[in-house]
């Protein structure tokens, strides 16, 4: 893994040589043969893939990416998200954002930055917070990166915007909620013009794709993806016979797990956002599973709300590997505040969560509707369950001394907590 003291220097140039390779290998894409079919033609033509280019190419691609072609959240998708589960979640998420708000004197224009905004329920429920508050309301705009052109009209939908001409530089579409809210959205996070934002990414960079390495009595070898001899219709990983690149540049003299798995592309968007707090004072908040640089083979695959083979039925399950929190933390260190990881379940608490389910459950007019709010709360809270697998990471401006919202006890927003809905 690489060290702080390489920083974003040796990222920046991996990911233009390695994205060199990659963008020179995606060029062709047709509506005619699978993603398997692609996959196999490429690596005969060019040799074993990496683990990372097989995970960009079957969730992103154009034609028949997983992302790109349907709606994959909820009950009736391959997962579902606190979101989606629990308004309360996102109620919380708006809160935390509110307050750095304030806390920063609530006297300049923010942008909401969503990465990955899924269906759109976060930033809806968000919303919801931020319009009991007018001086907000009246001082932000919507801001989602999304590459997927069928979540973009879902998420459009979702908050009832009306497109508009008004498309800021860099975005691809642009609008309006009924309530006057500005919402832009972008194919990249470099796309989005500089000034205070809050940035919120939640379970977006555990979609971001992995380097994988195993250890040997040779050293650190990459883990590729070739095809097998055995059968035309089947991958299989095998090991580099030597050093690659990314196994030079990742991997650190005192690394000594047996699996290792490394996201550039997480580095990149953490840099570019501390680049922004550091700049404007902005803020991030990364909700996502993950470890602190215990992890080793976590790279997974879900498809109907169950763990499938990441090789089989390529394009129709979900790929995620769980998030390196002491990686991006490394990175950043020097220029930033960080915070975390600590578990969700302990955030929403210092959020004050359990004053917003007591307020919903008196003003709950059935009791399917109590029992959907308490089993929700119950799901996104327990250690059990969502609670404790999924971690809150935050970043701060160096000369900002206090500890963000979450990662101390707030509970002084009486005002939305009593909301009736």
């Excluded at 894409?29 to 699978?34: I, L």
């Excluded at 034609?63 to 349907?70: E, L, Q, R, T």
């Excluded at 832009?184 to 390495?213: M, R, T």
């Excluded at 550039?264 to 803020?283: K, L, N």
Aim: glycine residues 8%; neutral net charge.
């Amino acid at each position: 893994m690489m060290n702080s003291s390489k920083g974003g220097k040796h990222i920046i140039q991996w990911m233009r040589r390695a994205g060199h390779v990659m963008r020179n290998r995606y060029i062709h894409h047709t509506a005619g043969p699978s993603l398997l079919e692609q996959l196999t033609s490429q690596i005969k033509t060019g040799g074993p893939i990496t683990v990372a280019q097989y995970m960009k190419y079957v969730l992103t691609n154009p034609v028949s990416g997983y992302y790109m072609k349907k709606d994959v959240f909820g009950v009736k998708g391959d997962f579902i998200t606190s979101p989606e589960i629990s308004q309360m979640f996102g109620e919380m998420i708006g809160i935390w954002c509110l307050n750095e708000w304030i806390h920063d004197g609530k006297n300049e224009h923010i942008k909401i930055i969503e990465l990955g905004p899924g269906r759109g329920t976060l930033a809806s429920d968000m919303l919801r917070v931020f319009l009991q508050f007018p001086d907000m309301k009246n001082l932000m705009s919507l801001h989602f990166v999304e590459v997927s052109p069928a979540l973009a009209e879902i998420q459009r939908s979702k908050l009832n915007v009306t497109t508009s001409t008004d498309v800021e530089q860099g975005a691809y579409m642009c609008g309006y909620t009924t309530n006057g809210i500005k919402v832009n959205w972008y194919q990249n996070i470099k796309d989005i013009s500089g000034g205070c934002s809050c940035y919120i990414a939640h379970e977006f960079l555990d979609a971001l794709p992995v380097h994988k390495f195993q250890k040997t009595k040779c050293g650190y070898r990459e883990v590729l993806i070739d095809t097998d001899p055995g059968s035309e219709s089947k991958l299989r990983f095998v090991l580099a016979p030597g050093p690659t690149l990314a196994s030079r540049t990742f991997i650190s003299e005192s690394e000594n797990r047996d699996d290792v798995e490394v996201c550039p592309e997480a580095g990149v968007v953490t840099e570019h956002i501390a680049g922004s707090v550091t700049e404007y004072g902005s803020r991030a908040l990364y909700i996502d599973y993950g470890h602190d640089g215990t992890g080793t083979d976590t790279f997974r695959a879900y498809s109907n709300h169950e763990q499938q083979d990441v090789l089989a039925d390529i394009g129709a399950a979900d790929l995620t590997a769980d998030v390196d929190f002491k990686y991006i933390r490394n990175l950043i260190s020097n220029k930033v505040r960080t915070f975390g990881p600590i578990p969700q379940g302990q955030f929403l608490q210092n959020m004050g969560i359990r004053n917003r389910l007591e307020v919903l459950l008196k003003n709950a007019d059935n009791l399917a509707t109590k029992k959907d709010l308490i089993s929700g709360y119950d799901m996104i809270m327990n250690p059990s369950k969502m609670g404790a697998r999924f971690k809150v990471f935050a970043i701060t401006p160096m000369d900002h001394h206090r500890s963000p919202g979450g990662f101390h006890n707030i509970q002084n927003y009486s005002d939305f907590y009593t909301s009736k809905s």
